[in-house]
Structures are given as C-alpha cells and as structure tokens.
C-alpha cells in the first residue's frame, strides 16, 4: 500500500509562489504516473498537471506557464511548484498515483488514480 502526504499549501496574495510537496510512503512500482489536481471551493475536482516515470509532463492550460511539476526519486517525493498565483488558484490540492505509466494530456495521467493524498489548501488573496 502506498500513502501520499502532501504539505506546503498556504494563504499567499496575488502574483506569489508556493511550492507543494507530495510524498510517498509504502511500496511503490516500478512504473507510474504522479498527478496534482485541485477542487476548487463549490466546484469539481480537475487535473492541474501530471508527471511520468520517464519524466514526461502535462499541463492544463490554465495553469501552464505558471505551474511546474517535478519528482525527485531518491526521496520519493512530488512537487509542484506554483509561481504567479492567481485568485482562481485558490482550491484544495491534491496529489494521486497513477500505476499505469504515460500522461494522457490537459494536466492528466492516463488511467484512474489509485492512491490520492489528503490534500493540502492553497488560498490566493487578491
């Protein structure tokens, strides 16, 4: 079983940065795709972006630009750093394992997730 702990989330004003963390406890396959997705307060859970094992990545277009994912493997942790942070970013995130490997497009991995963290809060003031 792997557990995913996410930290970092936080109040920033308008144009600020945040870096968040996912980490990953447990057994954890060889091959796999890491998602970041957030729900937004009143609305559906969306996918921001997604990272392959072989480091390939996808964005959604209201976050490209300003959003980077990455992994570090010998730690066993995602991250996804937020620049430019706008009002409309504000949501709980979440990170998600996906155990089939490869990014579909639009912030997504292919395949459902099967793990999801506990999600960490992320507020832009305007």
């Known amino acids: 079983q792997v557990q995913l702990v996410e930290s970092g989330g936080g109040s920033v004003q308008a144009g600020g940065s945040l870096r968040l963390s996912c980490v990953a406890y447990?057994?954890?396959?060889?091959?796999?795709?890491m998602g970041w997705f957030r729900q937004p307060p009143g609305k559906a859970r969306e996918g921001v972006a997604g990272i392959d094992t072989d480091g390939s990545t996808t964005y959604a277009d209201y976050v490209k630009g300003r959003f980077t994912i990455s992994q570090d493997n010998a730690k066993n942790t995602l991250y996804l750093q937020m620049d430019s942070l706008k009002p409309e970013d504000t949501a709980m995130y979440y990170c998600a394992l996906h155990p089939r490997p490869g990014v579909a497009g639009g912030g997504y991995c292919i395949g459902s997730p099967t793990r999801w963290g506990q999600g960490t809060q992320v507020t832009v003031s305007s």
């Open positions: 447990g057994y954890f396959p060889g091959v796999y795709c």
